[in-house]
């Protein structure tokens, strides 16, 4: 696979360790209403969906949640439902964002393609800037993101985009995702597509 020069990476569950089960548990510990929360997503699809393709706010989705509780959205009450929903992101996998360094001093170009959240994102880069003292574009050519997008995987418009806007050919490109929907969108577009299992080590052949 690495005969492909462009390699693309997800980054909850590939490149950081997130636990989804804790934001569902820590929302559901501040009284956030069962009818907000689902196993699969953590919140009612609409309200995550749109929040990751950018259409929903983070002022929008606090006060939602706050509304479910039935308080306020005062500063304070937001501040608990950011910590709550931040509660899945684990510690960024230093050895594998060094990797990505490595790889582009390897010749390989190396993209971001997430779907995430403004606030998820802050989260990630303070985290990163504590451990590493940089931030996380230092690591890519460049980084897609799915707010900024607007545009979520697995639908392919997101795919498509990256690839015009970078100028590449599927064919030239490898796919790194936890989500078996996300790999089978790249994968229809002639994108190699690798499913990782959520949150385990790189491939070996990948780092050596």
């Known amino acids: 696979m690495l005969d492909r020069k462009n390699i693309i990476f997800d980054l909850g569950g590939v ?8 934001t569902l548990d820590a929302l559901r510990n ?10 699969g997503l953590n919140v009612r699809n609409e309200l995550l969906q749109g929040l990751e393709c950018g259409i929903v706010s983070p002022e929008e989705m606090y006060c939602a949640i706050a509304e ?9 009450v937001r501040e608990r439902i950011k910590a709550a929903w ?4 684990g510690e960024a996998a230093i050895e594998k964002f060094r990797c990505l360094r490595a790889l582009r001093k390897r010749g390989y170009k190396v993209f971001l393609l997430s779907n995430t959240n403004v606030i998820h994102w802050e989260a ?18 460049r980084v897609y993101l799915s707010f900024e ?13 990256l690839l015009v806007a970078e100028g590449i050919n599927a064919e030239d ?18 994108i190699a597509s690798l499913l990782m299992e959520r949150n385990a080590p790189l491939p070996q052949w990948l780092i050596e």
């Open 173 to 190: 490109c490898l796919f790194l995702d936890d989500s078996r929907d996300n790999c089978a969108t790249a994968a229809s577009l002639g």
């Open 86 to 89: 931040c509660a899945m992101l």
């Open 30 to 39: 501040l009284g956030v209403g069962e009818h907000l929360l689902t196993d």
């Open 124 to 141: 990630i880069e303070k985290k990163l800037r504590a451990i590493e003292g940089r931030q996380l574009t230092d690591y890519f050519d």
């Open 15 to 22: 490149l950081l360790d997130i636990v989804p089960e804790a």
């Open 68 to 76: 479910s509780m039935g308080v306020v959205c005062s500063p304070a």
């Open 149 to 161: 997008m607007h545009a979520c995987k697995p639908d392919d418009e997101i795919f498509k985009k």
